[in-house]
Nanobody, 121 residues
Framework: QVQVVESGGGEVQPGGSLRLSCTVS????????MGWFRHPPGKERERLSC????????YYVDSVKGRFTISRDDAKNTLYLQMNSLKPEDTAMYYC??????????????WGQGTQVTVSS
């Protein structure tokens, strides 16, 4: 049974930082594109960032470029998202996914259950 588990979410003040982790069990993420998505309240789920199987290419939605960094540690079967300079509009449920291809889209192999990020003063 494949499990995709995100962690690291929480509440933070504007300008703060969080590091999300996504640990996968029952499936080896090596050779797979991985991605982060988010679902803001009242809006549709959006693609946030993707990384190729070897880490050679990364994609970011314009709104997070220069603030967020995606990375992976295949030895730990884990994906990360470092989020800096957080803004209230970053408030959303954040999801990790094992993607079919790069750049990733919402048609994925596996989804996590999500972790809530709230940016508020």
């Amino acid at each position: 049974q494949v499990q995709v588990v995100e962690s690291g979410g929480g509440e933070v003040q504007p300008g703060g930082s969080l590091r999300l982790s996504c640990t996968v069990s029952g499936f080896t993420i090596g050779l797979n594109t991985m991605g982060w998505f988010r679902h803001p309240p009242g809006k549709e789920r959006e693609r946030l960032s993707c990384i190729t199987w070897d880490g050679s290419s990364t994609y970011y939605v314009d709104s997070v470029k220069g603030r967020f960094t995606i990375s992976r540690d295949d030895a730990k079967n884990t994906l990360y998202l470092q989020m800096n300079s957080l803004k209230p509009e970053d408030t959303a449920m954040y999801y990790c996914a094992v993607a079919y291809n790069y750049p990733c889209n919402t048609n994925v192999k596996y989804w996590g259950q999500g972790t809530q990020v709230t940016v508020s003063s």
